[in-house]
T-cell receptor, first 114, second 111 residues
């Protein structure tokens, strides 16, 4: 099993450009999450999904959109990138509700917006 | 609202000595508490969790954590530190669907 994979690993964008980050999991998990990690701030939840076709806002959703068209994939989109979105993005999945079950994390995507 | 705090940004310990990484929590109701570890350029890995029951929780790689309700703490411990334990450690609290993470503690084990 590959677990949770993320593409791309690195990306540099200019302000105003758009991009999509792809997360895939092969554990048949219902729940999936997108986080951003910034120095000294831990991980903050952007959006999450409790099943195929569902999405919900997390702590810092502004400037991001997500889609979960297939159970194994969770996409994070930036419509118009801003320097404040420079961060490391992590995807995670869990078998059950994220507050009580172990979450499995991908290796991360380092995004720089200039 | 729920939150966790990790009061130390950095903890240094000599190899072979016991280590403690501190975490305090503020949650309503019964707390669900977790510890995760992040090695350089990697995603987070689950170490252990407390849901209910025994206050001493044992986890991966010889780590354990002690839940203390009166002090609202959930400190991570290991009896004998290894250089390979050097990493970034996160405490987290869980609600029904989400985890809320602390700011992280960088643990450095000195040879």
């Amino acid at each position: 099993n590959a677990g949770v994979t993320q593409t791309p690993k690195f990306r540099v964008l200019k302000t105003g450009q758009s991009m999509t980050l792809l997360c895939a999991q092969d554990m048949n998990h219902e729940y999936m999450y997108w986080y951003r990690q910034d120095p000294g701030m831990g991980l903050r939840l952007i959006h999450y999904s409790v099943g195929e076709g569902t999405t919900a806002k997390g702590e810092v959703p502004d400037g991001y959109n997500v889609s979960r068209l297939k159970k194994q994939n969770f996409l994070l989109g930036l419509e118009s990138a801003a320097p404040s979105q420079t961060s490391v993005y992590f995807c995670a999945s869990s078998q059950g509700q994220g507050g009580t079950y172990e979450q499995y994390f991908g290796p991360g995507t380092r995004l720089t917006v200039t | 609202a729920q939150s966790v705090a990790q009061p130390e940004d950095q903890v240094n310990v000599a190899e072979g000595n016991p280590l403690t990484v501190k975490c305090t929590y503020s949650v309503s109701g019964n707390p669900y508490l977790f510890w995760y570890v992040q090695y350089p350029n990697r995603g987070l890995q689950f170490l252990l969790k407390y849901i209910t029951g025994d206050n001493l929780v044992k986890g991966s790689y010889g780590f354990e954590a002690e839940f203390n309700k009166s002090q609202t703490s959930f400190h991570l411990k290991k009896p004998s530190a290894l250089v390979s334990d050097s990493a970034l450690y996160f405490c987290a609290s869980g609600s029904a669907r989400q985890l809320t993470f602390g700011s992280g503690t960088q643990l450095t084990v000195l040879p």
